[in-house]
Each structure stands twice: as C-alpha cells, then as structure tokens.
C-alpha cells in the first residue's frame, strides 16, 4: 500500500490541489458564486444611486425657486398643499392615492 502511495505521489498531491482549487474558484471569498452576488448588489446600489440623483436633482430645482427671486407661483402651489388653502368660491378636492408607495 505504502509503494503504491509513493508511485502516485505526485498524482495524488496534483488531484487534492485540483480539488482545492476548484471548490475556491466556485465558492471562494473571490468565487463565482460570491462574485455574482457583488454584481446583484452592485445593480441595486446603481438603482439606488440614480433615484438619489433625481432626487437631489428635484430638491435642488426647488430650492433655487425659494432663492432671492421668489417665484409666486410655486409658492402659491406650496401653501395650496400644504394648508390646502383657497380663494373664495373655489372647491378644494382631496384625492387620496391607493397605492402604497415607499
């Protein structure tokens, strides 16, 4: 037994390298497996990012228009909103949106 390990040595120790190597490459801290799921997480993250940019790229459009010169009309549309406020003989509706939005 002893001199049929000592022949195949070599093929021994290149069929445990293999297998090391192998379950590394799928599984590994740098693997497939791992490397597909940083890909997903990088997707959503771009998502995430790109709602962020419109979102500053929105507060920023309404903040220039609370600047220096204040446009009356979307000041107007603010206090509509927010006091649901009205001129005389006007009908203030509330429509309720249904769906939940997060």
Known sequence: MLDKIKKNYYLLIITFLFIYFFFNLLDGNRG???????????????LKENDLKLKIID???????????????????LIREKFLFGKTGETTYIIENDNKQN
């Open 32 to 46: 497939l497996i791992s490397n597909l799921k940083k890909q997903e997480i990088y997707k959503e993250l771009k």
């Open 59 to 77: 507060l920023e459009q309404k903040n220039s228009l609370l600047t220096d010169n204040l446009d009356l009309d979307y000041i107007e549309i």
